[in-house]
């Protein structure tokens, strides 16, 4: 996603609220660590498909990663960032960058897919990155199928079969076929 010529990345989503002064609870994107976050840098909460920057004031662990971001003082005020997602400059990642994130999903194109319900749905034939979410294609039957990437529709990924074993939310894969 490209904000204002910065290149951002989902690396985190809200959880929850977190205590009473507006802190909350991040659950990070698998590949991601918490050394990402840093006092006084900024993170983007996508609000609304647009993403909002937040200075970062403390970082805590608990159950989860905690930060307290600038302007958010309420459990109030915190509860309106649930399931919102996170994103940094790519640029603020360490020691990454931009091309070895994309050549992370160029290594997964050409698995075979396969939803837990439906059974095979083709190969992977794209990845997209959309705002605040990234997206894979597959052709199946002459038609594309386009599934989030994300860890509640991604069960496994078998590197030595070269298969990615899902769970499309209902009627997604046949929303395509029709």
Known sequence: MVFDVVE??????????????GHLS???VENFSEEIFEINKPVFLLI???????FIQEIKHAANLVLKLQF???????QKYSNIDVLVKIDDLPDTNE???EDEFADLEGFEVFDENFGFIGKIILFNEIPGNTVFETEFKGKNIIIPWNEDIIKAIDYDNKKIIINAPEGLIQLYLE
């Open 8 to 21: 951002l990345i989902q690396v985190a989503s809200v959880v929850k609220p977190h205590g009473l002064k």
């Open 26 to 28: 991040i659950k990070l």
């Open 48 to 54: 609304e498909g647009i993403p909002v920057p937040f």
């Open 72 to 78: 958010i003082d309420s459990e109030e005020q915190a």
């Open 99 to 101: 091309a070895e994130y």
